[in-house]
């Protein structure tokens, strides 16, 4: 390997856009055939058919010469291949854009693999039509590469076409060089229709997935609006069945009690109303009920006056005096109910 890139320094360095100078460091590398610098190229006819393009290549655009290196594919393999470098200047006012062609171990039966430098001044667009952003190049001429219809030659011319419209480098310039459509070819016409559908393709894709952020953001709000809603209707619903339960317990306790006063009092009950049953009979019944009445009128107060304390309404000093003068009454009316026979614990 060496040997082969001081031969091509010698040759290169002292006429560079000869092509015998070219064609003699092809012929030196594909003819050796040492294991360790030999190129990646086992038929003849392969290497004839390499030797044909690259000097046709190398005589129409000069510019380019020939090397030989280790290539790495994707899976890790490491081979020896044969490649030009060079820069492609598609009009004067544009950047030049410097390019390495490695003609695979398969060539010419698969594609070139082209290769744009990203060690330069200028950036590469993003999402651009037919280069990534590590500088890898598929135009439609090397996607659909097919020998004997494609070679070398009329790849580059290709790239020229197609850079001239859609340069891959981002920069400033103040003019553009744009051919009238009834002057493309076939194919220029088809890359061209390529370009466009890739930028309509970035723009309905980037739309589209604003569209879909916005659903998203939907979804979300509507599933906490089902999850309250949900458990807005589970709580209606643990409430209905408890107000169930309770009318059922009341219904049971109303029918018990209106069994109770018909054996009790078939004939009161017959002729009076049910609320007559529960109006005193005599005196000492009648003070029974107001004294305990006054009882739990007393309690209510009580209570009445720990909430305005509470809430700052009656002063501190009159809710003692007053709590002191209503525990002296119900002190003496719970003792005279103890005279009249009533337990105490009835009144807890």
Known sequence: MDYLKSLAHELFSTNFETSPSSIQFIDAALSCTSPHFAPSYSDPNQKR?????????????????????????????????LNTNGELQVSSSTPAIPLTIWLHESYPFAAPIVLVSTNT????????PFVDSSGAI??????????????????????????????????????????????????????????????????????THEEVE?????REQMVRRAIVAEFSVDEHENERTELKERVKVLTDEADKLSSWLRVKDQDSFSAHKIEDAFE??????KALLDRLAADRATEDLMYSLDKAVEQGVVPLCTYIKQVRLL???QFFGRAELEKMGISLRWLD
């Open 49 to 81: 058919i390499i030797r044909r393009h690259l000097v046709s290549l190398l005589q129409d655009y000069p510019r380019f010469k020939p090397s030989i290196d280790p290539f790495t594919h994707d899976d890790g393999t490491t081979v020896t291949l």
């Open 121 to 128: 001044t200028y950036p590469i667009y993003d999402n651009h």
């Open 138 to 207: 598929s135009s439609f001429y090397l996607v659909n590469w097919k020998y004997p219809g494609c070679n070398l030659s009329d790849l580059v011319h290709n790239l020229v076409n197609i850079f001239s419209h859609n340069h891959p480098f981002y920069y400033s310039a103040s003019s553009e060089n744009y051919y009238h459509p009834c002057l493309a070819s076939r194919r220029e016409a088809v890359d061209r229709l390529s370009c466009t559908l890739h930028y309509d393709m970035m723009e309905l894709l980037s739309k």
């Open 214 to 218: 916005e659903l998203s953001s939907l």
């Open 280 to 285: 005193a009979t005599d005196d000492n019944s």
């Open 327 to 329: 525990a002296k009454e």
